[in-house]
């Protein structure tokens, strides 16, 4: 993506806009009103998945606390609610508990995914998506060896986080304090935590009966009470972790150079992001899988920035693209029976092709102001 910048090294929304280097004041009139009726849908759709995401995190937490006295007449009315959905479509799935355990966590992955990604994206590190979930993958191998040699009942999205994470942290460290090229570092961790994950599944598949296919492709069949619970968790912390963050990070993401002559905590945020990427990742492993986990944090954005005039335009369009994604992608999955993350992905991917085509295969320059 190209990034014009003023000549005092600020982007500026004036780089988005224009033909031949001048705009007419006609014009900009003429565009007010259709920017004010395409702020406002943009905001709507923030808002709507902003209601959506609180309450599949308020059934995650009645599911939880659901022999509570006041929790159990909302977590009946969310049944009730499941049994006419079915009533309504047909079908015979949204009674069921499990079910909106892996829609919850499916509406937090949309939104949690795309807010991490828009950043990744725009600083070329894409990659480090698809590595964090090779080491999550490992993690989950070590969690089901120890689980069979032990006996210990543990949580396996737990290993994986603590995997993840440590993983994250060493692929900065890597990053820092080697003279190869940015994307080596991540290169060798992808491939070489994916290869001690098959090692250890292989050796030890004799020793326990946990279909690992699941976590490779995504199947709301594994997504737990315990996993949307963690799922909820991760997502606050994520958000929270974003909006605390947030200036830091554009600063950081479009002149990490400027950034560090100001004296700004550089590598303190980078990790910030890589470890809220690893945080991502895990909790999106549920349903996509480790193969498919990171196209969630690269499509959805990929698709806002096609039709976006700003960095803050691109991070709201790809969280609502995510979440059109998300919910699309469940539909064909229980619709026809299919994994859970080729669904999400195919549909993210059916979103980036029709933003293609509504932006007129046009390339603009991301603006770091909104």
Do not use: C
Not at 283 to 296: C, D, F, K
């Amino acid at each position: 993506m190209n990034r014009d910048t003023a000549g005092d090294g600020r982007t500026d929304d004036s780089d988005i806009e224009t033909d031949g280097g001048a705009t007419s004041s006609a014009g900009a009139t003429a565009s007010r009103p259709s920017r004010g009726i395409r702020r406002t849908v943009e905001l709507a759709g923030i808002a709507v998945t902003a209601v959506v995401a609180a309450v599949m995190l308020g059934f995650v937490f009645l599911y939880w606390a659901q022999d509570l006295p006041i929790a159990s007449d909302l977590y009946a009315a969310f049944r009730s609610v499941g049994r006419g959905m079915d009533a309504v479509f047909g079908t015979n799935v949204f009674r069921h508990p499990i079910m909106w355990q892996s829609m919850a966590t499916g509406v937090l992955v949309g939104v949690v995914a795309p807010l991490v990604g828009s950043f990744l994206v725009h600083r070329e590190m894409a990659l480090i998506g698809e590595t964090l979930a090779h080491t999550a993958f490992a993690g989950v191998a070590i969690g089901i060896l120890v689980n069979a040699t032990t006996g210990w009942d543990g949580s396996l999205l737990l290993v994986a986080l603590l995997v993840s994470i440590a993983g994250a942290l060493v692929v900065q460290w890597l990053t820092e304090r080697t003279d190869a090229y940015g994307d080596v570092p991540i290169a060798i961790m992808l491939s070489g935590s994916f290869a001690v994950g098959t090692l250890i599944i292989s050796y030890g598949r004799g020793l326990t009966g946990i279909n690992i296919e699941g976590y490779l492709f995504g199947n709301l069949a594994i997504v737990t009470a315990e996993g949307a619970r963690l799922m909820g968790v991760l997502s606050v912390i994520v958000v929270v972790g974003v909006l605390a963050t947030y200036k830091q990070l554009l600063f950081i993401t479009f002149d990490e150079q400027a950034a560090r002559v100001a004296q700004l905590n550089v590598t303190g945020y980078n990790t910030l992001l890589v470890v809220l990427t690893a945080v991502v990742v895990v909790g999106a492993m549920q349903v996509l899988g480790v193969i498919l986990v990171a196209a969630m944090l690269v499509v959805p954005v990929a698709a806002a920035s096609q039709i976006a005039r700003s960095f803050r335009e691109t991070t709201y369009l790809s969280v609502i693209f995510g979440q059109l994604a998300v919910i699309g992608g469940f539909a064909v999955s229980i619709g026809f029976g299919l994994p859970s993350g080729g669904s999400i992905v195919v549909t993210a991917i059916a979103i980036y092709l029709a933003t293609i085509v509504g932006s007129g295969f046009s390339v603009k320059a991301i603006s770091a102001h909104g």
